[in-house]
């Protein structure tokens, strides 16, 4: 069984700039949501998708994008990169929506100059 | 509102001590879901346990048990005879029942030497 996978590992950005995130999910899961980790902090939800559909959104600019494919796999694009955008970015992917327990990427480190 | 406090930033112990992590938890849903993650050094979040509201058996699993308490609002973990490979950071999260979101306190970092 193949976990979730994430790309890149690590990425440098500068402000202004655009990046995209990619997740695919564990075998088996239609649902993947996005986190992001600030150095000592707990993951905050992004959103999650569903069938395709974004499911939920936590509170986060509309900068923060994303894209479920047909195999559910996921992309998080962000707009306009800020220097307080520099964290780690989880993915997650869970066997429906709902409260199943969700299985976490290595994440993708985004530092921004 | 939801809240997940975990008070404990960082735990020193000395390989086969015990030790409990706790949780508070805040929330006016009446059914909700427990969680504990695990995350070494690697960076990703290993799913440990999940309990729903309505579940307030105490649950083992080798070397950890969890202690959930709907009267206190806690729901505490302990690794008894720790070792040096459950060095990590420890997550406590909620969600609501027809949630989706996981809302994570801001972990206890584990430090455990020999």
């Known amino acids: 069984e193949t976990g979730v996978t994430q790309s890149p590992t690590h990425l440098i950005k500068t402000r202004g700039q655009q990046v995209t995130l990619r997740c695919s999910s564990q075998s088996g899961h239609n649902t993947v949501s996005w986190y992001q980790q600030a150095l000592g902090q707990g993951p905050q939800f992004i959103f999650q998708?569903?069938?395709?559909?974004?499911?939920g959104r936590g509170n986060f600019p509309p900068r923060f994008s994303g894209l479920q494919f047909p195999n559910y796999s996921s992309e998080l694009n962000v707009n306009a990169l800020e220097l307080d955008d520099s964290a780690l970015y989880l993915c997650?992917?869970?066997?429906?929506?709902?409260?199943?327990?969700?299985?976490f990427g290595d994440g993708t480190r985004l530092s921004i100059l | 509102a939801q809240k997940v406090t975990q008070a404990q930033t960082e735990i020193s112990v000395v390989e086969k001590e015990d030790v409990t992590l706790d949780c508070v938890y805040e929330t006016r849903d009446t059914t909700y879901y427990l969680f504990w993650y695990k995350q070494p050094p690697s960076g990703e979040l290993v799913f440990l346990i999940r309990?729903?509201?309505?579940?307030?058996q105490n649950e083992i699993s080798g070397r950890y048990s969890w202690n959930f308490q709907k009267s206190t609002s806690s729901f505490n973990f302990t690794i008894t005879a720790s070792q040096v490979v459950d060095s990590a950071v420890y997550f406590c999260a909620l969600s609501e029942a027809t949630g989706y979101a996981l809302n994570f306190g801001k972990g206890t970092s584990l430090l455990v030497t020999p």
């Open positions: 998708y569903y069938r395709e559909e974004e499911n």
């Open positions: 309990r729903n509201s309505f579940d307030e």
């Open positions: 997650a992917s869970s066997p429906g929506a709902g409260n199943q327990p969700q299985h």
